[in-house]
């Protein structure tokens, strides 16, 4: 794959950026798929907030994106599934407006899709 500088916008400061040759080849080793969305100072300013934050204490990685708490352990919660009525053990924190299933009536409802 030919890749090509590309002149981006970051979405924190709004000024423009250039995501080089060398970045894009990078990313695409690393399997990443998206674009960054942040300049190069925008990311590092950002990643010496949360550290900072986290050295505080208060920055509360338990309920992180990728579900794992601060202890390394992923993290479940227990929920009553909208199809059967059985328990269901969740990656994820849901949020109450889309329903919730245990894993075998998930797999009946994504067979339907």
């Not at 423009?16 to 998206?34: A, D, M, Y």
């Not at 601060?70 to 009553?80: H, I, K, L, P």
């Not at 909208?82 to 889309?98: I, Q, V």
């Amino acid at each position: 794959m030919a890749f090509q500088d590309k002149t981006l916008k970051c979405r924190d400061c709004g000024n423009e950026f250039v995501f080089t040759v060398s970045e894009q080849e990078f990313f695409s080793s690393k399997g990443f798929l998206n674009d960054p969305s942040r300049c190069q100072d925008c990311r590092s300013n950002r990643k010496a907030r949360i550290a900072a934050q986290a050295a505080s204490g208060s920055y509360d990685s338990t309920y992180s994106v990728s579900g794992y708490s601060s202890n390394g352990r992923r993290e479940y919660t227990r929920a009553t599934c909208a199809s059967c009525g059985g328990e269901a053990l969740l990656p994820f924190t849901p949020r109450g407006d889309r329903p919730v299933y245990c894993s075998d009536c998930f797999d009946k409802v994504r067979s339907y899709r």
